[in-house]
């Protein structure tokens, strides 16, 4: 189940060279469960066929403006009404004056006119075309207008300029597609989350480390971000992409992430500790490699700062603070000592001995344990499902003082 799962997707077309990546944001949209109906342009048929479109949706892919008119249906009216999200891309110069305009000369232009879901508009044109005033005007109408427009990236064209002006890649253009579909909980709401592990140094070549990747803390930061959190994401050393809209910290030591997090703390809503902390540090760190033959069999370490449990000290009134436990045995009874002790809101407790659960894997089974003696079993799920029930506990816990 993803935020795609069954939901209508129209996606217009437009003529750019740009039109065949679309094909393949509507591949991967089919293969999330969502229905994609495809709208083509006149022009976008120059650059990919409808037969392209109907093979990876796996649907009727509609061009004329008539289309369909010979069994009664009316198109443009069916495709805007059904609607649960529009998509228009690449949006070309030419389609974001009609849109901005309000023509209705090709099936693209009047689908938006009906439409009264969410509507997206990706432009995609030559660096000068899109700084151009008329470009920008038309863009700041169709925003005032209700239109969320995703601003091109910076990149090398296929007309041999560089600039603004190129197609959002996928990874980017989902995230404002599964936000424009998501519950906006969470709007405006400032929410910390720590990700990943920490990196003690022996030396320049050594450290001390865990296993964590970082995918449950890069979860929950992006579905905070879908549900319009505004999100900070400070994480150890991970080889994970930054998730789109969402602000990202990169720290390497307990230290720094305790710096890093009491510095926003404050301010935010929400804190998350998804972070797998080292709990210890060498008490020295060696300025140059140390030779084999000199290694210390025995290590001297000095403790960490417990970051959750300063923040739990000094918790803000109506903040709600969310740890995680890394637990082998004695789950709940482990998860109950450390959300009390941090003086924590909600504890989220992952059972480390299962290998299709916690540390590097693609799901977790988690055991929600929340301050009013609440408590949660969560079926194994991805991290993306598991993060969204972690939120959802987190905005009940918010309604409840
Ligand atoms: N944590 C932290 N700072 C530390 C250690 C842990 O903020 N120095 C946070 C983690 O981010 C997590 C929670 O505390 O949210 C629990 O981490 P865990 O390693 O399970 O617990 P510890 O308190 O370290 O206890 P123990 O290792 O004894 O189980």
């Known amino acids: ?50 037969l392209t479109f109907a093979s990876l949706s796996g649907r009727k892919v509609y061009s004329a403006m008539f289309d369909g008119a010979a069994d009664g249906s009316m198109a443009h009216i069916d495709l805007g009404r059904e609607a649960d999200i529009f998509v228009v891309a690449p949006a070309t110069a030419d389609i974001i004056a009609k849109l901005a305009h309000g023509m209705a000369d090709t099936l693209v232009t009047t689908v938006a006119l009906v439409a009264r879901c969410p509507k997206l508009l990706f432009p995609a044109m030559n660096v000068q075309m899109f700084a151009s005033l008329p470009v920008q005007e038309n863009l700041k109408k169709l925003r005032e207008s209700g239109w969320t427009v995703v601003a091109p990236a910076s990149g090398s064209m296929a007309c041999g300029e560089v600039g603004k002006g190129r197609l959002v890649e996928w990874q980017d253009a989902q995230e404002y597609l599964a936000a424009a579909l998501s519950r906006q909980d969470l709007a405006g709401m400032r929410v910390v989350v720590t990700a990943g592990p920490t990196r003690e140094a022996i030396d320049p070549a050594r450290f001390l480390s865990n296993r964590s990747s970082g995918k449950m803390g890069y979860a929950l930061a992006t579905a905070a971000a879908r549900r319009g959190a505004v999100v900070m994401l400070i994480s150890g050393p991970s080889s994970l992409p930054a998730p789109p809209l969402v602000t990202l910290k990169r720290v390497e030591t307990a230290r720094e992430m305790h710096d890093a997090v009491m510095a926003e703390s404050a301010h935010a809503g929400v804190i998350i500790k998804a972070a797998a902390v080292s709990d210890y540090r060498p008490e020295n760190i060696a300025p140059h490699k140390v030779k084999k033959e000199n290694i210390e069999t025995e290590m001297r370490l000095v403790q960490n700062p417990d970051i959750l449990f300063a923040l739990g000290e000094k918790k803000p009134k109506g903040q709600i603070l969310v740890g995680f436990a890394a637990e082998s045995r004695n789950l709940e009874a482990e998860g109950r000592r450390k959300l009390t002790k941090k003086n924590l809101d909600l504890i989220c407790v992952n059972d480390i001995s299962a290998s299709d659960a916690g540390f590097e894997s693609e799901t977790n089974r988690i055991l929600l344990l929340d301050r009013d003696g609440g408590e949660e079993r969560l079926p194994l799920i991805s991290k993306l499902e598991t993060a969204d029930r972690i939120l959802d506990r987190v905005v009940a816990l918010r309604c409840t003082p």
């Open 1 to 50: 189940m993803t935020v795609f799962t069954g939901k209508n997707v129209v996606v217009g077309v437009c003529g750019s060279i740009a039109a065949f990546k679309v094909a393949g944001w509507v591949s991967t949209l089919t293969k999330m469960e969502a229905l994609v109906d495809v709208a083509m342009t006149p022009a976008a048929e120059r650059f990919v066929t409808p």
